[in-house]
């Protein structure tokens, strides 16, 4: 088992920044690769970001590609997400997960509470 907890979201004006966190536990954390999603109003969850567990190899949507960057550490059970030059279309939910990747997506296994994100034209 997995719990996850996310924080660090907030209200920013476009343009600007936030790190968002995810603190996760288990013994089995470090096995995961783990991701960030985000969920706007009225749509579907999207994948944003994830990274094996080595921290080697990272994905990212094209939406955030350039703007995010995606880090863990796994002696603190943590990852973040260094999110800059936010646009008003950044403003979601924010969800850390922890899964598996396939050869072309991301499978998630567990996923915490989320965190809110509002950007500000």
């Known amino acids: 088992q997995v719990q996850l907890v996310e924080s660090g979201g907030g209200l920013v004006q476009a343009g600007g920044s936030l790190r968002l966190s995810c603190a996760a536990s288990?013994?089995?954390?470090?096995?995961?690769?783990m991701a960030w999603f985000r969920q706007a109003p009225g749509k579907e969850r999207e994948f944003v970001a994830d990274?094996?567990?080595?921290?080697?190899?990272?994905y990212y949507a094209d939406s955030v590609k350039g703007r995010f960057t995606i880090s863990r550490d796994n002696a603190k059970s943590t990852i973040d997400l260094q999110m800059n030059s936010l646009k008003p279309e950044d403003t979601a939910v924010y969800y850390c997960?922890?899964?598996?990747?396939?050869?072309?997506?991301?499978?998630?296994?567990?996923w915490g509470q989320g965190t809110q994100v509002t950007v500000s034209s």
């Open positions: 997960s922890a899964g598996s990747r396939r050869s072309s997506y991301f499978s998630p296994n567990y």
């Open positions: 990274i094996r567990w080595s921290g080697g190899i990272i």
């Open positions: 288990g013994r089995t954390f470090s096995s995961y690769t």
